[in-house]
């Protein structure tokens, strides 16, 4: 939040001046102290990203860093985004598309670190990034998917070990790509509590959609091609056959990618990413606090 602290000039005496400056020093205080605090309330936020009172909810001051756990034999590196107030939070695990985790993914992570949330995301593709739609592309294709859904699963032992998380729940969140990657590891691994899935372009069988226990989330635009309605249909589907709790949302005229890397900034993109980011966060918060 930003505070203006105006200059005052009084002309009444030193010691008045004095005890105006004075009064202005403690202001000044009280204000970066209420800055530090954690804003996690559970005042309900409108579409337009305000809270019923007509504030704006506050950002956390976060910090962010390199971060790498272990899986199998393999350290898999990543980027990780915390609250710097400290104290033990929800954690999300942020699953990349098939860019990889560039700077867009790095973006994303620090948004939602700025909700509240311990926000981890692995780097599935060993620090290489990728532009072009056919590198993009042929690197998606040639995943080796077990081993990736590993690296995702393998990540919540870490960051159970980090004082910043400890006990609390963990959700999974995975755009394109990484949303079907993200579906992969809600069913194989009961260590996710709650799934947060972007435009998943990674499609899974069915039946192996079976074993997720935790509820799920979804975003999608209505213009968007790779994960078009019929694939949203077909998925709607599945969980309804296998009896899953799930909330879809919709974003009118926005296509693939709005959130994790927008391929413009028109007013449908620009206006699904803020919506979805305000849905996502206090969807989280009421699953997993």
Request: hydrophobic share 35%; net charge neutral.
């Given at each position: 939040m930003d505070f203006a602290h105006r200059r005052v000039i009084v002309t009444c005496g030193e010691g008045?001046?004095?005890e105006i400056q004075e009064m202005a020093r403690k202001q000044k205080g009280k204000a970066e102290e209420t800055q530090e605090k954690p804003a996690i309330s559970e005042s309900r936020v409108t579409e337009s990203g305000e809270t019923v009172e007509g504030k704006k909810r506050v950002a956390e001051r976060i910090v962010s860093m390199h971060a790498a756990h272990l899986s199998g034999q393999e350290v898999v590196d990543g980027f990780l985004s915390r609250p710097a107030a400290?104290?033990?939070r929800p954690a999300i695990v942020l699953?990349?598309?098939y860019r990889g985790l560039n700077d867009d993914q790095r973006a994303v992570t620090r948004r939602f670190a700025q909700e509240g949330f311990v926000c981890?995301?692995?780097d599935l593709f060993e620090g290489k990034t990728f532009r072009t739609p056919e590198e993009c592309a042929l690197r998606k294709t040639s995943?080796?998917?077990?081993?990736?859904?590993n690296k995702i699963i393998d990540s919540v032992p870490y960051l159970r070990q980090l004082p910043w998380v400890g006990n609390k729940k963990v959700a999974v969140l995975g755009f394109c790509m990484g949303g079907g990657l993200a579906l992969f590891a809600l069913a194989q691994s009961k260590a996710f509590d709650a799934g947060v899935i972007y435009y998943q372009s990674l499609f899974p069988d069915p039946e192996d959609l079976q074993g997720i226990t935790a509820p799920l989330l979804c975003h999608y635009g209505t213009d968007d091609h790779i994960t078009n309605t019929r694939e949203i249909a077909m998925f709607r589907d599945t969980l309804d056959k296998y009896k899953k709790k799930y909330e879809i949302e919709m974003y009118e005229g926005a296509g693939h990618s709005f959130l994790n890397n927008p391929p413009g900034k028109n007013a449908a993109i620009q206006?699904?990413?803020a919506k979805s980011v305000i849905k996502t966060s206090e969807w989280l918060?009421?699953?997993l606090l």
């Amino acid at each position: 939040m930003d505070f203006a602290h105006r200059r005052v000039i009084v002309t009444c005496g030193e010691g008045f001046t004095k005890e105006i400056q004075e009064m202005a020093r403690k202001q000044k205080g009280k204000a970066e102290e209420t800055q530090e605090k954690p804003a996690i309330s559970e005042s309900r936020v409108t579409e337009s990203g305000e809270t019923v009172e007509g504030k704006k909810r506050v950002a956390e001051r976060i910090v962010s860093m390199h971060a790498a756990h272990l899986s199998g034999q393999e350290v898999v590196d990543g980027f990780l985004s915390r609250p710097a107030a400290g104290g033990e939070r929800p954690a999300i695990v942020l699953v990349h598309g098939y860019r990889g985790l560039n700077d867009d993914q790095r973006a994303v992570t620090r948004r939602f670190a700025q909700e509240g949330f311990v926000c981890l995301s692995p780097d599935l593709f060993e620090g290489k990034t990728f532009r072009t739609p056919e590198e993009c592309a042929l690197r998606k294709t040639s995943l080796e998917i077990p081993r990736a859904v590993n690296k995702i699963i393998d990540s919540v032992p870490y960051l159970r070990q980090l004082p910043w998380v400890g006990n609390k729940k963990v959700a999974v969140l995975g755009f394109c790509m990484g949303g079907g990657l993200a579906l992969f590891a809600l069913a194989q691994s009961k260590a996710f509590d709650a799934g947060v899935i972007y435009y998943q372009s990674l499609f899974p069988d069915p039946e192996d959609l079976q074993g997720i226990t935790a509820p799920l989330l979804c975003h999608y635009g209505t213009d968007d091609h790779i994960t078009n309605t019929r694939e949203i249909a077909m998925f709607r589907d599945t969980l309804d056959k296998y009896k899953k709790k799930y909330e879809i949302e919709m974003y009118e005229g926005a296509g693939h990618s709005f959130l994790n890397n927008p391929p413009g900034k028109n007013a449908a993109i620009q206006d699904a990413a803020a919506k979805s980011v305000i849905k996502t966060s206090e969807w989280l918060r009421r699953v997993l606090l």
